[in-house]
């Protein structure tokens, strides 16, 4: 049963930096990936990215926002540079799972960018 745990998350100045960590508890054979919610909005894709794929990510992240995936340490990291206020949400660690596609969600972490 794959299990996720968000960390990282906290209050930053707008042009800051976070990164958020997602541990996982099962080999991913499938996509891994970070969705946010903001305020009033529906949850959105941030980045994703699959075993040796490309990553992907959604145009109000690209060339701030990293992916990165430590598959010995079971681990997926979300660098986070150039943060504005409207990136301030509540950010999901996901899992589709090969081979039925099941997703598996994290509980969340928030992310405030204020000043």
């Known amino acids: 049963q794959m299990q996720l745990m968000e960390s990282g998350g906290g209050l930053v100045q707008p042009g800051g930096s976070l990164r958020l960590s997602c541990a996982f508890s099962?080999?991913?054979?499938?996509?891994i990936g970070w969705h946010r919610q903001t305020p009033g909005n529906e949850r959105e894709l941030v980045a994703q990215?699959?075993?040796?794929?490309?990553?992907r990510y959604a145009d109000f992240v690209k060339g701030r926002f990293t992916i990165s995936i430590d598959n010995a340490k079971r681990m997926v990291y979300l660098q986070m540079d150039s943060l504005k206020p409207e990136d301030t949400g509540v950010y999901y660690c996901?899992?589709?799972?090969?081979?039925?596609?099941?997703?598996?969600w994290g509980r969340g972490t928030q992310v405030t960018v204020s000043s």
């Open positions: 990215t699959a075993s040796g794929g490309r990553a």
């Open positions: 099962v080999s991913v054979v499938g996509i």
């Open positions: 996901f899992v589709r799972q090969d081979p039925f596609d099941r997703i598996y």
